[in-house]
């Protein structure tokens, strides 16, 4: 299968004076159609600058990222800016719903600016909602909802257009627990069943489980890529996997040894 998403030896430098931070320093990746990956890594490791090259608001100093295999860098602004709008889908932290749009505009706003919005998008619309839990909030403006709902619609505005890549940048930094499980549990859910390549950055690893690969970064670079079922799963509950000692009586139970956050 083609790669949704493809970078390849891409860095980000940034010069300050006599100070050179590698913000992103050789990172390759590529994401399958279908295929939710997880960004993590402690702070200043390059997540948030990784996500921008990724969404085509920065260019990296060096390096190629090509979505369904157009290279971002060679299209023009005006291009760039039609392909990002039609081709990724975008969930910040600060959600930057429209106040004075209801939550089902502030999601069809998206299909009407790609000329996409018909009654087969508006029913879209409205199925997304009520699968994120707010189909008896349809018509309510964002001041008149709970931050934890505004949320879940800034992630059905990142869908609706059915977008290729789909990133979203800490989605649950204003979940409760059990909302920011049902959420990114959804999330996921969508990624897969509509074969969007998903990037997440997240810094809750408990959220991890959802997703089928996890990315660690440590200054810029890759540092280390899980995945297996049993290394997310450490690395999302580590309670669930302290080392078991091996039983003499069965050499073939090996210790389950929990991969370190960081
Ligand atoms: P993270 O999202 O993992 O916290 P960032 O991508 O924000 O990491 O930052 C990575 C590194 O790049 C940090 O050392 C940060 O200080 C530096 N950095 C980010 N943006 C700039 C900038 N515009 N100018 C200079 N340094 C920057």
Redesign the pocket.
């Known amino acids: 299968m083609a790669a949704a998403l493809e970078v390849q030896g891409v860095s980000k430098v940034?010069r300050?004076g006599g100070a050179v931070?590698r913000?992103?320093d050789h990172v390759s990746l590529s994401i399958e159609p279908g295929e939710f990956v997880a960004l993590v890594?402690?702070?200043?490791?390059?997540?948030?600058?990784?996500l921008a090259i990724l969404a085509g608001l920065l260019n990296p100093t060096e390096g190629t990222v090509k979505i369904d295999g157009e290279e971002l860098s060679k299209l023009g602004e005006r291009k760039r800016a039609l392909f990002r709008r039609q081709k990724i889908g975008f969930t910040f932290q600060a959600n930057n719903l429209v106040p004075y749009l209801t939550v089902l505009e502030n999601v069809t706003l998206m299909l009407k600016l790609n000329n996409r919005y018909d009654e087969a998008g508006l029913q879209r619309a409205k199925d997304l909602l009520a699968r994120l839990g707010l189909g008896d909030r349809l018509h309510y403006l964002p001041r008149q909802i709970s931050g934890g709902q505004q949320q879940r619609v800034a992630i059905a505005r990142s869908l609706i257009h059915l977008p290729s890549l789909v990133l979203a940048d800490e989605p649950t930094a204003s979940l409760d627990t059990e909302r920011a499980f049902q959420v990114v549990e959804t999330f996921a859910n969508l990624i897969h069943e509509q074969k969007r390549a998903g990037v997440m950055?997240t810094h809750d690893l408990r959220m991890v489980k959802y997703v089928d690969r996890v990315i660690q970064?440590l200054d810029?670079h890759i540092e280390r890529v899980l995945d297996s079922r049993a290394d997310i799963s450490c690395l999302a509950n580590p309670a669930d996997c302290t080392p078991i000692p091996v039983d003499a009586l069965d050499p073939n139970a090996a210790a389950q040894a929990c991969p370190s956050p960081y």
């Open positions: 940034y300050n931070t913000a992103v890594g402690p702070s200043g490791s390059g997540k948030t600058t990784l950055v970064m810029g």
